[in-house]
Structures are given as C-alpha cells and as structure tokens.
C-alpha cells in the first residue's frame, strides 16, 4: 500500500517513527522535511533516505505523509499538505490534541487523500532527532481517530504498519481522545511543573531542601524537564478538559488536606495503591 514516506518533521517522533521504518520495513523509501539545520542530522543518523527542503516535493509523489511537528505548526500545514498530496495519499499526524486538528483537517481534505488523526502515546523528556530511537513506539498505545472497523485499505494498512513497529492501535473519536489525554498526560505534566515551582521557592527560604531531595523527588520531577515549547499549543488547544482534570485534582488535595490526621487519609493512600499496581501490571 505504502511504497514512498514523507516524514514532516524528523525530530524525537518523526525522527523515530523514520527509524523504524528503516528497521522492519526497508523496503520503503522515507524522505525528511525539515529545518534546514536538521535535515543533515536525520540524513546521518540514517532515518531518512533522501531529504527535500521544499513541502511540496516531500509530499506530493509520497503515499503516506507523517505530519510529527508541533501542534500550531501542523494547523498552519494541513491546507497545504492536503492541496499538494497526491490523491491516493494517507496524511496522518502526531498532535497530542485531536479535536482542533481533525476538524481542520475535514475543512481541508474534501478530496480522494485521506487525513487520518494519530498520536503515538510515547515519547522521552528530550526532544530532536539525536534522541530519537527505532524502538520508541515498541509496546505503547497508538491512538487513532476514528473506527477499527473501518474498512478503508490506507487505513488498514497504517495501523498494520504501525504493528509491524510495535505498536498497539487504539481505535476512539477526538473527543474521547482529549478528555483522557487530559487526565492521564496532561495533567500529570502540569503537576510535576507545579510541585518543581513549589519546590524551587522554598528552595529559597530553606536552601538546604535540595540537599535532602532524593530519588523519590526525581521521579516525581522528571516531567517538569520538558520545555514550554513542547506544552504551549497542548495548553491551547485543550485547555477546557485540562482545566477540568485539574480541577478535579484540586477538590482531591482538597480533601487530603482535611484528611490528614483521620482515618479517611488511609483509605485515600489504599485507593492510590490499587490503581498503581493495576498500572505497574501494564507493563
């Protein structure tokens, strides 16, 4: 089905998305848009065959276009992506948010290409392609928008390539989508930034506090690494479902707090127990 990849974008996902199709499915040929500054790295990490600093070339001879830039940037390109693709084209993307980019993209794909919205539930603390890694997707969820059922062979084809990867498709609609992104991604960002800021000012009244900080802080703290830049358009584009999560954890810290030297505090601590042996189990 898929004889030609334009990867839009080949930093940690395209970068790694590339890098796995050089690994199970050589027998494609992945050309990179980029940066200038980036195409050479892709090239010499070995992600891409050929590179094209025009949009237009990358897309237009390619049977699936892999849009993994940032979520403004993916907006500002569908209208061109879907003008210059080729017709029998797959054009699929990475946003951690669904709901504003799919309807963008039924504004813009009228005709026989076909937008298929995607986000790889995988990813590290450090973006670019020298972090990217062939093995990123191996063993995580894939959402894709829309319906297993769906019968269409492009479609079929993308989520048995992303199989052939290691990856698991997770069939749901862009709503459903963003509400437990939210939740489950979103929000536990916006918690380690937040306890890294509470931390970082009372640092300053008691600077002897980080001395102490142990691994369990670390842990706690790894996503507060990930730069603004990354999290700006997710805050954008779903700041209604985050703004509930993070409301429904303010009633929760709420109620620890009145809960502190009463029964109701174990009950809390047994609550948290169960759900992280059921998640731990996952793995």
């Known amino acids: 089905m898929f004889a030609r990849v334009a990867v839009l974008g080949t930093g940690l996902i395209g970068g790694s998305f590339a890098l796995a199709l050089r690994e199970h499915s050589p027998e494609l040929r992945v050309v990179g848009w980029d940066r200038a500054e980036v195409l050479p790295q892709a090239l010499a990490r070995g992600a891409v065959h050929e590179v094209a600093g025009n949009l237009e ?3 237009r001879d390619a049977d699936l276009v ?8 993916t907006l500002d390109l569908l209208p061109a992506v879907a003008r210059w693709c080729s017709p029998q084209a797959l054009v699929t993307d990475v946003s951690s948010t669904k709901s504003l980019v799919c309807r963008t ?3 813009h794909f009228r005709g026989a290409a076909r937008f298929l919205g995607g986000h790889p539930m995988a990813g590290k603390e450090r973006g670019g392609i020298e972090n ?4 990123l997707f191996r063993g995580a969820k ?4 829309g319906d297993a059922a769906d019968a269409e062979p492009r479609v079929q084809a993308f989520a048995e390539l992303l199989r052939r990867i290691g990856a698991e498709p997770v069939w749901l609609s862009a709503a459903e989508h963003d509400r437990a992104v939210a939740l489950l991604s979103h929000l536990p960002q916006l918690v380690s930034v937040a306890l890294a800021v509470a931390v970082s000012e009372q640092s300053r009244a008691t600077p002897f506090v980080p001395d102490l900080a142990g ?6 703290l790894r996503l507060a690494g990930s730069p603004y830049t990354m999290w ?3 805050c954008l584009t779903n700041r209604e479902q985050i703004s ?3 409301e429904q954890l303010s009633q929760v810290l709420d109620d620890l707090r009145l809960h502190l030297t009463s029964p109701e505090l174990r009950d809390a601590f047994a609550q948290a127990n169960q759900l992280y042996e059921s998640l731990r189990k996952l793995k």
């Open 244 to 246: 509930a999560a993070i």
């Open 57 to 59: 070339v990358a897309v």
């Open 142 to 145: 894939y959402a894709l928008i």
């Open 232 to 234: 700006r358009d997710i």
């Open 105 to 107: 993209a039924a504004a």
């Open 66 to 73: 892999y849009l993994a830039l940032p979520i403004g940037a």
């Open 215 to 220: 691994s369990g802080l670390r842990d706690v």
């Open 132 to 135: 990217a890694d062939a093995s």
